[in-house]
Each structure stands twice: as structure tokens, then as C-alpha cells.
């Protein structure tokens, strides 16, 4: 019995290792377009362009060098190792700022080397919005990699809830949603990732969208995570594969369409308020660890 539910379990995550990536995305979308009164795209429409930007070869621009040919194939190979070290935990879960930072590098690469000024824009966003957002990130895993448990208790649950809702604005921050960022507009001058990517063509740009996917799969299926291993009450269920398997997968769906939602009705901030926010966001979480800790 107890390895048919292991079974089980490998074969949910399994699938979801393989469906998560283009369900998120796609469902993100599809609530957001509804939220707006749209009918919007196919939920796998992500991978209908995927397969079909694929089979097209990249056009590249006249001061196309080393990494507009390469940035795309790091970026996706790290994207698939980051992917792959959530969904099976195969490591220390410290390496993730580690594999986000070279996905932004390859991706900041290629745009600088265009020499587009929405490219150069759009880089400059890209590397603020990580030098802010990375220690909130690592507080964040440390806490996944600690024993710490939130109890049945108002205290906890009230602790529990303000760091996931700080875990959240940093996972906002890395996908570039509002307020950091407002995709809703398709202008270039209010977009990170689409303006590092505007050269992008054919499978060049079919590798990079599935990089973003990853990151995106990842940082819904580390806050549900966070949620599960962390929290009294989901214990028990946590503690068995197959219930662990299915809650992880559907709290990343329902994440991406409580985000959908929070896209499609919040709006962007000035990005000369982003360092502010992402700062305060950094010493509130540090302060509340404190608390969390002192309080055991």
C-alpha cells in the first residue's frame, strides 16, 4: 500500500514537472483576460507558441554577436535546472537565487548586446529589480530549509500569513507583475521582460518564453511549498507523497489565478518608489523572522 502512494506521488509530480510550466502561464492569462471582461487565449496557448516559434529560425540583427546566439540555450538550460530543483528538490533550495540570477543574466546579455534602448531599458529594470529582491528571497529560503513550523495558534497564523503575503510581493517582483510592472498595457516603455526581448524571433525567443515559464512554474511552486511544510495545520497532508503531490499542484494553479486576478485589477508604481518598497519589504521580513525565532 504504502508504495503503491509513492508510486502515485512520482507519477503526479511527474506529470505536473511537465504540465505546471505551460498551465500557470496560461491560466494567469486566462483569469486576467476574464477579470477584464475579455474571453482571452486558449490556456495552452503558451505552448501552442512554443511549438510553433520553434520550428522558426531566429532572425538576428546586424550587431548580433556571441550571446544573441547563446543566451537563449542558457537561459533555458537554467531555467530547466531550476524547474527541475523545485518540483524534486534533487538540492539545497539556496542554489535558486543562484539559477534566477543567471537566467537574468543571460537574458540582460542578449539585450545589451541588440543595443536597443528597450532593450537597455528594459535590462536596467530587470537587474534593479533583482539586486532589491534578492535577500528578500534568500530570507525566504532559509526559512524553507529551517524547521521552522507555524502553529495552530492566532500568534502563528497571523505570522504565517504576513510572510507569505511579503513571500508573494517578492515572487510579484521577480515575474515583473504590478506594481513593479504592468504587462497589461503591451507598451514597450511599461515592460521589463518583453522589452529586454523585442529582437527575439523564432526558437530564440521560443527558448527564452520557456525560461520565463519555469520561473514562473518555480516561484508558485515555492510559495505553495511554503505554505505546506511550514504550516501546522498542512502537515498532515504534507506528510503523505500523493496528497503532497496534489496539493503542491494545485496550489500553483491556484496561485496563478489569484495573480491573474491581482493583474488584471492593481495597478503599476513609479519606479523611482520600487527600491522604497522592496526595501521596507526586506527589513519587515527580517523583522518578523526575528520576532518568529524569539518567540519559539
Known amino acids: 500500500m504504502v508504495t503503491a502512494t509513492f508510486l502515485f506521488g512520482i507519477l503526479i509530480q511527474i506529470l505536473a514537472f511537465i504540465s505546471l510550466p ?69 538540492a539545497s533550495l539556496l542554489l ?67 510572510f507569505f503575503l511579503g513571500a508573494t510581493l517578492i515572487v510579484l517582483s521577480e515575474l515583473a507583475k504590478p506594481p513593479f510592472d504592468d504587462p497589461r498595457t503591451h507598451l514597450e516603455l511599461t515592460m521589463v521582460h518583453e522589452a529586454m526581448l523585442l529582437e527575439a524571433s523564432g526558437r530564440t525567443r521560443a527558448f527564452f518564453e520557456l ?39 494545485g496550489g500553483a494553479i491556484l496561485l496563478s489565478a489569484l495573480i491573474g486576478y491581482w493583474e488584471a485589477n492593481s495597478t503599476r508604481r513609479k519606479w523611482i518608489w520600487i527600491p522604497e518598497l522592496l526595501g521596507l519589504n526586506f527589513i519587515f521580513m527580517l523583522i518578523l523572522g526575528i520576532l518568529l525565532k524569539l518567540g519559539k
Open 22 to 90: 505551460f498551465l500557470c502561464g496560461g491560466i494567469l492569462q486566462k483569469i486576467r483576460a476574464y477579470a477584464q471582461g475579455r474571453k482571452g487565449a486558449p490556456v495552452l496557448q503558451i505552448f501552442y507558441d512554443t511549438v510553433r516559434m520553434i520550428k522558426k529560425s531566429p532572425i538576428d540583427g546586424p550587431f548580433s554577436g556571441f550571446f544573441s546566439e547563446s543566451s537563449a540555450i542558457f537561459a533555458f538550460a537554467f531555467g530547466l535546472v531550476l524547474w527541475s530543483l523545485v518540483s524534486f528538490e534533487w
Open 211 to 249: 525560461a520565463h515559464q519555469f520561473k514562473t512554474a518555480s516561484l508558485f511552486l515555492l510559495l505553495t511549498k511554503l505554505g505546506l511544510e511550514h504550516v501546522e495545520v498542512f502537515l498532515g497532508v504534507s506528510s503523505v507523497p500523493i496528497w503532497k503531490e496534489l496539493a503542491s499542484f
Open 96 to 162: 535558486i537565487p543562484f539559477l534566477i540570477g543567471m537566467i537574468r543574466f543571460a537574458t540582460v546579455a542578449y539585450a545589451v548586446e541588440n543595443g536597443t534602448s528597450f532593450g537597455g531599458m528594459g535590462a536596467a529594470r530587470e537587474t534593479l529589480l533583482f539586486i532589491f529582491g534578492e535577500p528578500i528571497l534568500i530570507l525566504v529560503l532559509v526559512v524553507l530549509e529551517s524547521n521552522v513550523v507555524f502553529h495552530e495558534n492566532f500568534a502563528h497564523i497571523s505570522f504565517a500569513i504576513l
